[in-house]
């Protein structure tokens, strides 16, 4: 099986140094899928191709007790799937991890690419490509399988990611028993994409196999992690339930409606998933998205639907660039302020000026701050032990940690302080997220 990837970034020879292969040299590489060769049809300054070609042996697929021969004849060999999947996991792994010590500006920077795939299941991969920005187009060979070349500007790291993770779900199944270590495979790969997707569930679903146990772990994950809708998750469910993200958002509104308060700061809101609760209440008067990334407040935007938004709501609502451990006074006066699952993201060493920010300068009546409870992680069935819940957390606190942190907090800057356990509680280890409520001593802001 063959993939090609043509860009005319220029340099287009750049391409070698992303991809970890030089282009002057034809390299092989011996993976548990077959023997994967790794040429450059061309490579000049103008326009270089790179070409994977995957040799299978069709022999050693149907190896074991029961084989007939009737297991010979199928297209494993030659139609693109799992089996180029781990072949581009193996081959060009660094560059799929977005590493490039040589040209590290380069491997964060969108390139032209042109992905072609002369045999691939074709029938989802407009469906499945064309939200993540890539125009496709297919040339039939049969109802099945497609001649299929993608187009667009996209950073190398994250097209072979998109590959990794669609190529699998287009074939429909795998060459290998998909057991729960595939969770983890699949929201590394999905990571900053995948909870956007309008077909998350199909493309979970069809990646992990169809196994019940598995996609309800990938969506929970996928929902505490990246907020995905919690409705959305829940109609994805054979049984549906109440996600954790979703438990966490409604233990902070009736926190928040205890402290009687009516205008809120979000703190580090990324894409805005307490937002789009709280412009729903109209109790909440005046709501204020904070974050210090442009992009998350864009993907909030959106996903409010500001530009459709009646006036009576879009002018309750105000989004803001500001870094949440730099002092700004702007931000000063408000009832509430809530940081949900946002410290765990800061440096250890940036925790005083957050405390600093929030606490002394912006001083809101009351703070509510969430947050994983580390003893927890051992009962999430296919989270690694020693990993955290998410790559970009800097630490996760046990409920004594952030007990001392919370306490230290509320002693400094004039607070009391209780602390709020959210989701399912275990006799032993607590609930998965951990909250902290601080009540300014003087009653007012």
């Known amino acids: ?38 040429f450059y049809p061309k490579a000049t300054n103008e326009e270089c191709t790179v070409a994977l070609l995957l040799e299978v042996d069709p022999i050693a697929l149907v190896r074991g007790p029961g084989s007939t021969l009737t297991q010979y004849v199928n297209d494993r060999p030659y139609a693109a799937g799992s089996l180029l999947t781990v072949a581009l996991g193996s081959v060009f792994r660094t560059a799929m991890n977005g590493r490039s010590e040589s040209y590290p500006e380069l491997a964060n920077t969108p390139i032209p690419l042109v992905i072609r795939i002369p045999a691939l299941p074709h029938r989802l991969a407009d469906r499945l490509f064309t939200p993540l920005g890539w125009t496709v187009e297919i040339t039939e060979h049969s109802e099945r399988y497609g001649d299929v070349t993608l187009t667009g500007t996209v950073r190398l790291s994250d097209a072979l990611k998109h590959l990794y993770v669609l190529l699998p779900v287009l074939d429909g199944g795998k060459h290998y028993w998909v057991a729960a270590d595939e969770v983890d495979k699949l929201l590394k790969a999905g990571d900053g994409w995948l909870s956007q997707h309008p077909d998350k569930e199909l493309i979970t679903t069809r990646y992990l196999a169809r196994k019940r146990p598995l996609i309800t772990s990938a969506l929970e994950r996928l929902a505490d992690v990246d907020e995905v809708e919690p409705e959305e998750l829940d109609n994805a469910l054979t049984e549906p339930k109440i996600s954790l993200a979703a438990q966490r958002k409604e233990a902070v509104i009736k926190a928040l409606k205890q402290a009687a308060a009516q205008r809120v700061l979000d703190l580090g809101c990324g894409g805005g998933a307490l937002l789009r609760e709280l412009v729903k209440d109209p109790g909440f008067t005046e709501i204020h998205g904070v974050d210090v990334s442009a992009k998350a407040l864009q993907e909030a935007a959106r996903k409010l639907h500001l530009d459709r938004m009646d006036d009576h709501r879009r002018e309750r609502i105000t989004l803001r660039q500001s870094a949440l451990t730099y002092a700004d006074t702007a931000l000063a006066g408000y009832d509430a302020a809530v940081l949900m699952e946002v410290v765990e993201h800061v440096d250890p060493s940036r925790l005083p000026a957050l405390e600093h920010s929030v606490f002394t300068v912006a001083r809101p009546r009351t703070v509510l701050v969430t947050t994983p409870n580390v003893e927890y992680n051992p009962l999430f069935e296919t989270l690694p032990e020693g990993q955290m819940r998410h790559s970009d957390h800097r630490f996760e606190w046990t409920r004594a940690e952030f007990q001392e942190w919370a306490d230290g907090v509320a002693a400094r800057r004039g607070y009391t302080v209780s602390h709020v356990p959210i989701g399912p509680e275990d006799a032993e280890r607590g609930a998965p997220t951990q909250m902290a409520v601080f009540t300014s001593k003087g009653g007012k802001n």
């Open 1 to 38: 099986m063959l993939l090609t990837m043509t860009t005319t970034h220029q340099p287009a020879t750049d391409l070698g140094h992303l991809l970890h292969k030089h282009p002057d040299r034809a390299q092989s590489f011996t993976t548990s899928s077959g023997v994967a060769h790794v």
